[in-house]
């Protein structure tokens, strides 16, 4: 089992900047794919970034340039950090963790709580 713990959510302006963690506990952190995934009301959870466990990343189109995964294995922590933030990112953000297969399959078997991140314009 692995737990998660996300933090760092809160209120920002539009441009500003916030930086998520996703602390885990449970079976060794540094061979798990993470995954970072947000729900905005009434729309359907969406892929945002993944980190493979030698530390490959993806995103979805719509944060390139924007936001940036990363993850500290020393800490078992993964980190997403967010800049130039835009209203249509105000959202729940959920970190998940799986298998190394899970960074190209989006089929992730543990999740967090959840943070929410709200930008007002």
């Known amino acids: 089992q692995v737990q998660l713990v996300e933090s760092g959510g809160g209120l920002v302006q539009v441009g500003g900047s916030l930086r998520l963690s996703c602390a885990a506990s449970?079976?060794?952190?540094?061979?798990?794919?993470m995954g970072w995934f947000r729900q905005a009301p009434g729309k359907e959870r969406e892929f945002v970034a993944a980190?493979?466990?030698?530390?490959?990343?993806r995103y979805v189109d719509s944060v390139k340039g924007r936001f940036t995964i990363s993850r500290d294995n020393a800490k078992n922590t993964a980190y997403l950090q967010m800049n130039n933030l835009k209203p249509e990112d105000t959202a729940v953000y959920y970190c998940?963790?799986?298998?190394?297969?899970?960074?190209?399959?989006?089929?992730?078997?543990?999740w967090g709580q959840g943070t929410q991140v709200t930008v007002s314009s």
């Open positions: 449970g079976r060794p952190f540094s061979s798990y794919a």
């Open positions: 998940a963790a799986g298998p190394p297969s899970s960074y190209a399959r989006y089929d992730y078997d543990y």
């Open positions: 980190i493979s466990w030698g530390g490959n990343t």
